[in-house]
């Protein structure tokens, strides 16, 4: 069975970091992986995506410039970098996979997630300031 296991989520401060890791078991890893998040009372949002075989990276707007993904395909784990960190950065941060053509089409912004099999527990990112 796929399994995803995210790790990595914390307290920081406002312009702190933490770097996310998503380790994928189960499928031979040549998949389109991303990471979403959700907020209390929020719908969840697309933050970045990236072909495990390599490629470029796709991130979100609100992000961009902070946030940065990374895939290790013979680690079978992809890494989320978040930096700069605001308030509003707050979330369950949640690691996905889909089949390889989802990262023909995925947009960030406008992606519910539906498109994504297979999706790991979620790890908590909470920034305070």
């Known amino acids: 069975a796929v399994r995803l296991a995210e790790s990595g989520g914390g307290s920081v401060e406002t312009d702190g970091s933490l770097r996310l890791s998503c380790v994928v078991s189960g499928t031979p890893f040549s998949n389109c992986m991303a990471w979403f998040r959700q907020a209390p009372g929020k719908e969840r949002e697309g933050v970045a995506q990236?072909?495990?075989?390599?490629?470029?990276?796709v991130i979100a707007d609100s992000v961009k410039g902070r946030f940065t993904i990374r895939g290790d395909h013979a680690k079978n784990t992809v890494w989320l970098q978040l930096n700069s960190l605001r308030s509003e950065d707050t979330a369950m941060y949640y690691c996905?996979?889909?089949?390889?053509?989802?990262?023909?089409?995925?947009?960030?912004?406008?992606?519910?997630?539906?498109?994504?099999?297979?999706w790991g527990q979620g790890t908590q990112v909470t920034v305070s300031s």
């Open positions: 990236i072909r495990t075989t390599g490629g470029t990276a």
């Open positions: 996905a996979l889909g089949n390889y053509p989802v990262c023909r089409t995925f947009v960030p912004e406008s992606s519910d997630g539906s498109e994504f099999a297979h």
